[in-house]
């Protein structure tokens, strides 16, 4: 049987714009008063999962690292299929960069136990630093291939998948266990069915806080990330716009005359 | 902290034995770090047939490349060039590692930086030394422009943009040192590059396009979209996009402009139906004329270009499509 894992953040809508704001203290991210949906890179890794599920005895685990809100988010995964939801949710675990993210999943993982694969968004829509995977990867000391497109071939040990590479793709083979990155070129994430949302009420997600890791504090969050925040600058910006004004027509001409100007047509 | 600081490191990339644009632009601007901290620039240059252009990074201000040439380091191999890196790094212990944030860039930093246990920061849009000699590495965000810093341990680790710098004028007198090393024997062999395949891109190349014009989410649908593209390949432009519009399903990853996307520098720049996010502006800043085309007459968008056009993108645009193409008949008749 194949044993699945599948990283999935919560993060704020990014259809409800950019209300996002920095706690000028600690200088992190302020998310509190907004909704939490999951981030839409790992919708396509949940989904690779569930396919594979589809073909071969598989076990899908979910597991997240967030506020208590984000349990939300993981029984939606649990609707849409998953097997098994975590939750690692701490206040120690808040202000955490990349590495420390990565550290405190990988953590996880190794508790939730033994695992074939595991898939991650190749980004986070809010911090985008695309870091997590390849990092939990090396803590786990196991393979990872980024930016996965296409899964070739899934039977046996060995896995062919395609990546992506500047214009154009690359051919990996990777040896089990191993994790992957994916972009959303992988699959089209299915949508929540009823049927699924009710079996999902008698499936339970574990909540586990930093004791339960074994992690000494000082290697989570804020305290065990490398990077800080220094500072928060404003940009300047030096361009003075002039507004082209008039009827539909008058602009357009105006702006045809300003490319023509320069030397644009 | 001691003052003895460590060597900056550029860790570079070649395409068919050419070192890319960005690695020589962040040797340019490693030279600089350099100079302020008193250190050395050195490069690390992995590939098949790459020794004898460790001159071209000498020109762009190395003082030393780390060459490690092998038949099976042709491509791009996750495990032979992070242990490479990583264990070099662990011997010459660098103070700054910077490596462009092309797809291996995005890859490699992150595996060199946890086998390092060292902090890393994602796509910079600039790099400056602070008074105690710490990197400020400036992302664009929440408006302003945030600085990280990863202040104890080492090396201080950032992924650059082509683009972000200038490619330094090469100074041919310069020359340097020349180390040269092999693949490590114990790899894990665990994963492998089995083949890279390159396409021919159709259309405009935006890196280097000087008009380039970019849609957003205000183009509202395929249609809408197909509409600002039509508009593109009259003014024989790059086509750029904003994220939602990759999201979409619009555009390709590829074409994103801006923090996480592509830096491009167009004589012209006209962004349609985008309102004007940080994220997506740094990677157009230094287009000499810029426009907007948005239906907010308050979208902050207006603030950072030269022309604004308060209007629906799906109604101006095709007015202004047939404009210009009026404009180039009347050109060629008289
Ligand atoms: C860490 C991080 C990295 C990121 N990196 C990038 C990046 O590299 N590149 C990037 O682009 N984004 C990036 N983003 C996303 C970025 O923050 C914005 O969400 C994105 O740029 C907004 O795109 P937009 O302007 O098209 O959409 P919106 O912000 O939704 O704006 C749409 C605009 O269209 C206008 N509009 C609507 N309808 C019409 C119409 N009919 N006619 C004319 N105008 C209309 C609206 O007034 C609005 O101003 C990043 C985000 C994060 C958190
Ligand atoms: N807090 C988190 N909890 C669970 N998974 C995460 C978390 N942060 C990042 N990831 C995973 O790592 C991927 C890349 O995130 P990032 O490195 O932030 O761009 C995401 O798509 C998720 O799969």
Redesign the pocket.
């Known amino acids: 049987m194949l044993n699945i894992v599948v990283c999935v953040k919560a993060v704020p809508d990014?259809k409800e714009?950019?209300n996002i704001k920095i706690d000028p203290g600690t200088k992190t991210l302020l998310r509190c008063d907004m909704p939490l949906v999951i981030n839409p890179l790992d919708k396509h890794a949940l989904e690779a999962a569930l396919l594979l599920k589809e073909k071969e005895r598989a076990f899908i685990s979910v597991i997240s690292m967030g506020p208590s809100d984000a349990e939300n988010i993981v029984k939606e995964c649990l609707a849409l299929g998953a097997d098994k939801g975590y939750l690692l949710s701490d206040p120690g675990f808040g202000g955490a960069d990349a590495y420390a993210t990565a550290h405190t999943l990988a953590k996880g993982v190794e508790k939730i136990g033994a695992f074939d694969v595991i898939f991650c968004g190749m980004a986070s829509?809010?911090?985008?630093t695309e870091w997590v995977g390849p990092e939990m990867a090396t803590f786990l000391k196991v393979p990872v291939v980024s930016m996965v497109n296409e899964l070739s071939d899934t039977a046996g040990e060995w896995w062919t998948v395609k990546a992506d590479i500047e214009n154009g793709y690359r051919l990996m083979k990777v040896g089990l266990p191993a994790l992957f990155t994916v972009t959303r070129d992988l699959n089209a994430p299915r949508a929540l069915s009823f049927s699924g949302i009710i079996k999902a009420r008698k499936k339970e997600v574990t909540c586990w806080v930093l004791d339960d890791l074994g992690v000494p504090a000082d290697e989570v969050g804020l305290k065990g990330s490398p990077t800080i925040v220094s500072s928060l600058a404003s940009r300047e910006i030096s361009r003075q716009v002039q507004m082209l004004e008039g009827s539909r027509e008058e602009k357009v001409a105006q702006l045809v005359q300003v490319m023509a100007d320069a030397g644009v047509l | 902290m001691s003052n003895k600081h460590g060597p900056i490191w550029v860790v570079a990339e070649q395409l068919d034995c050419r070192i890319l644009d960005v690695s020589l632009q962040l040797a340019g601007k490693a030279r600089c770090l350099a100079d302020e901290l008193g250190v050395d620039v050195e490069a690390v240059l992995m590939g098949d047939g790459v020794a004898d252009r460790a001159s071209e990074l000498f020109a762009a201000g190395a003082d030393r490349v780390y060459t490690v040439d092998a038949q099976e380091l042709a491509v791009y191999q996750p495990e032979a060039y992070t242990e490479i890196i990583t264990r070099l790094a662990k011997e010459k212990e660098p103070e700054i590692m910077l490596l462009g944030s092309s797809i291996m860039g995005r890859e490699l930093a992150p595996l060199v930086a946890a086998r390092l246990d060292t902090g890393l920061s994602a796509h910079c849009i600039d790099l400056v030394l602070d008074d105690n000699g710490i990197l400020e590495q400036q992302i664009p965000?929440y408006g302003g422009l945030l600085s990280i810093i990863c202040p104890e341990r080492r090396p201080q680790m950032a992924t650059v943009a082509r683009g972000v710098f200038p490619k330094p004028d090469p100074d041919d007198g310069r020359s340097g040192e020349i180390v040269e090393l092999a693949v490590p024997a114990d790899l894990p062999g665990r994963i492998q590059t089995v083949e890279v395949v390159r396409e021919e891109t159709g259309g405009v190349d935006l890196d280097s396009a000087s008009v380039v014009v970019a849609g957003?989410?205000?183009a509202?649908d395929r249609e809408g979209w197909d509409e600002i593209a039509e508009l593109a390949g009259l003014l024989n432009a790059g086509f750029g996009c904003?994220?939602?519009?990759v999201d979409e399903g619009w555009a390709e990853l590829e074409a994103?402009?801006?923090?996480?996307?592509k830096m491009v520098n167009p004589e012209f720049y006209i962004g349609?139906?985008?309102?004007?996010?940080q994220?997506?502006m740094v990677?157009i800043m230094d287009a000499r004329i810029m426009v907007a085309?948005?239906?907010?007459d308050k979208?902050p968008?207006f603030q950072q270009v030269d022309y604004g056009v308060v209007?629906?993108?799906?109604k101006f645009v095709p007015v202004l499509i047939e404009k210009i193409k009026e404009y180039r008949e009347k050109m060629t008749t008289c």
């Open positions: 990014p714009g950019c829509s809010d911090g985008a | 965000a957003g989410a205000g509202g904003t994220r939602p519009a994103m402009i801006g923090q996480s996307g349609v139906g985008l309102s004007g996010e994220q997506h990677g085309v948005n239906n907010d979208s968008v209007d629906d993108c799906r």
